[in-house]
């Protein structure tokens, strides 16, 4: 049985930090695209970042501007995401999700998801 399970969402303030975990049991990590995802309320899913399986990353720019960042350890079959100077625009539930094929922002090519996990940002 597959499962994604993300940790590490909480209510912060503006300007601080968060990082997300997601640890895959089920899967052989090693060989999937990783893959974080947010929804807001009353929005769309969309894309956040992706992480390859020999780590290279793919970011969404058009609303992070350097403020995330991606990261993986195979070891611990753990995708994370590196969230800094939090805005209240980031409020959302965030996914983790998984592919296998590779090379894909679309949600509609990732295998797997997890339950997510909501952040909320007060200003």
């Known amino acids: 049985q597959v499962q994604l399970v993300e940790t590490g969402g909480g209510l912060v303030q503006a300007g601080d930090s968060l990082r997300l975990s997601c640890v895959a049991s089920g899967i052989n990590f090693n060989m999937y695209t990783m893959g974080w995802f947010r929804q807001a309320p009353g929005k769309e899913r969309e894309f956040v970042a992706r992480?390859?399986?020999?780590?290279?990353?793919?970011l969404n720019l058009d609303f992070v501007k350097g403020r995330i960042a991606i990261s993986r350890d195979n070891a611990k079959n753990t995708v994370y995401l590196q969230m800094n100077s939090l805005k209240p625009e980031d409020t959302a539930v965030y996914y983790c999700?998984?592919?296998?094929?590779?090379?894909?922002?679309?949600?509609?090519?990732?295998?797997?998801w997890g339950q997510g996990t909501q952040v909320t940002v007060s200003s």
């Open positions: 992480i390859s399986r020999r780590g290279g990353d793919v």
């Open positions: 999700a998984a592919d296998f094929s590779g090379g894909s922002s679309s949600e509609k090519d990732y295998d797997y």
